[in-house]
C-alpha cells in the first residue's frame, strides 16, 4: 500500500472519532466494500441474461448469493462459487413456478454486448453501478442502458472540440440512433468517448465488444419507448443551452429540468413499466422531476469553484447579480460575506424540493428501486447541510465525510429512517440561519413546512439493523485506536510538508 493511501485512510477514521457509529460502519466497508454495508444488495435477487428471460425459465444456483465474494469491478462481475470454482453456466429448473424470479448467474450467461455494457457502467460511474446493478428484475438491464445512452449524450454535450454546426444536429436526432445499428461517432475527445466509439455493433472492427444500441433494441418495447423519448428531449434541451447563460431562477429549474428532471421522469416510467412500482410513480411527472432538481442543484451548488475554473457557470444571474458584477468575483476575499448570502439564497431554493422528494419516495414499494432512489437524496441533503453558510465552498472543496457517506447508505433502506434523516440535516440548517441573512425567513418557512409535513402512508417500513453490543465494541474501538490515528495523521502531514 503506498504510503499517500494509507494517510488517506487514516484521516478518514480519524474525522470519524467522536462518531462511533460512523467509524464502525466504515470499518465494514473498508473491510468488506458496498456489500458489507448495503445488506439488500448482497441479498439481492437479481435478474437472469435476456436469453433465458425471453423463455421465460428459471435457474437455479447451488450457493447463497451473499456466499459469493465479489471484487472492485463491481456487482454480478467474475462471480465464484465459495469453493473457489466459477459458477456453472444456468440451467432451467422445472416451470412449476414459470413467473419466480431467478437469480442472475456468472457473467458468461450474459450476451458479450450486455457483458461490455456493465463494464463501461463501472468505468463511466463506478459509485453509480452499483445501485444500478442492484436493481430487481428486467429493470436492471433497462437502467443500465438508459444511463449508458445519456452518458453518451452528455459526452457530445460536453465535448468542446466539436464544433457547434456538428454538435446541434447531433443532439437533436441522438435518439434515432438508438435504432440505427451502424452509427457510431469517432471524432470525440471526452475521456468517457468510448460509449460513442463503441455505440453500434457493426461497422467496427471484429475484435471491437458488441455495444450499447444492440442491447437498447434487445430491451422490451416498453422500456425503448421511454428511452427513446427522454434522449430526444435532452437532445433536444442540451442544445437549447450550449450558448445560453442561465438568468433566472425559471431558466434555472429549466436548465436542471433537461439534465436531471428528464432522468428522473424517465426513471419513474421505466419503473412503472416494470410493474415492480405503481403507475402513479410514472405519472406523477411533477414529483419525478423534483428528485432530479434536488440532486443537480446541490451538485452546482457545491461545484461553484470548480466550475469556475473550468469556465463553467450555472448560478442563475437573477440571484448572483444581486450581489456582484460577475459570479467569479465570489471567489476574492473581499466579497465573502455577500458570496455566502448568495449561497444560502440557491440552498433556499433548492430545500423547497424536499416535501416532493418526500412524496416520491413514500410512494416505492420495491426495495431496490427505493435505496436506488432514496440514497442519493440523502447524500444532497448531507450535502447542503455542509455548503449552508460555508465560506469553504468558495476557498476549495466541501465534501461530507466518508464515514458519514457510508452510514447514510446503510440507514437509507425504508421511509421512516429517509424522513428523519432529512429533518436532522435541516434541522441543523435551522440552527446555523443567521438572522440578518436575506433569506432567513424564506428558509425558515420552508424548514417548518418539512417539519409539518405529513408522512403518506409507507410501502417500506423501518427496520434495525445494528445491535447495541457493536455500538459498544466501535467507542471501545475508537478509544483503543486513537493515538495510533493520530500518529499516522501526523506523520502524513510531515511527508506533505517534506
Known sequence: VRPELAAAAAMEFVKCLGRPEEFYNLLRFKMG??????????QRTLVRSP????????????????????GDSGFGFGLWSPAGRR?????PCCSACPTAPALLCPQDSLSSSLRTCYKYLNQTSRSFSAVIEALDGEMRHAVCIF???????????????????????????????LYDPEWRFMESKEKDRQVLEDF??????LSWPRAI???????????????????????????????????????????????????????????SASEFEDPLVGEDTERANSMGLFLQKTNIIRDYLEDQREGREFWPQEVWGKYVR???????????????????????????????????????????????CAIPQVMAIATLEACYNNQQVFRGVVKIRKGQAVTLMMEATNMPAVRAILSQYMEQIYQRVPAADPSSGRTTRIISTVRTQSLPRCQLVARSHHAPVYLSFVMLLAALSWQCLSALAQAAVQAGEH
Open 33 to 42: 466494500g458496498l456489500q458489507k454495508v448495503m445488506p439488500k444488495i448482497k
Open 51 to 70: 436469453a433465458l428471460a425471453l423463455r421465460g425459465a428459471g435457474t437455479g444456483c447451488p450457493w447463497p448469493l451473499e456466499d459469493w465474494p465479489q
Open 87 to 91: 459458477l456453472p453456466l444456468p440451467q
Open 147 to 177: 444511463y449508458l445512452v445519456l452518458r453518451a449524450l452528455d459526452t457530445v454535450e460536453d465535448d468542446m472540440s466539436i464544433s457547434m454546426e456538428k454538435k446541434v444536429p447531433l443532439l437533436h436526432n441522438f435518439h434515432t440512433y
Open 200 to 205: 453500434p455493433t457493426v461497422a467496427v472492427p
Open 213 to 271: 444500441s444492440l442491447e437498447f433494441r434487445n430491451l422490451a418495447e416498453k422500456y425503448q419507448t421511454v428511452i427513446a423519448d427522454i434522449c430526444k428531449k435532452m437532445g433536444f434541451g442540451m442544445a437549447e443551452f450550449l450558448d445560453k447563460h442561465v438568468t433566472s431562477e425559471q431558466e434555472w429549474d429549466k436548465y436542471c429540468h433537461y439534465v436531471a428532471g428528464l432522468v428522473g421522469i424517465g426513471l419513474s416510467r421505466l419503473f
Open 326 to 372: 460577475q459570479l467569479g468575483d465570489f471567489a476574492k476575499p473581499e466579497n465573502i460575506d455577500v458570496a455566502v448570502q448568495c449561497l444560502n439564497e440557491l440552498i433556499t431554493n433548492t430545500l423547497q424540493h424536499v416535501p416532493d422528494v418526500i412524496t416520491y419516495l413514500s410512494r416505492l414499494r420495491n426495495q431496490s428501486v427505493f435505496n436506488f
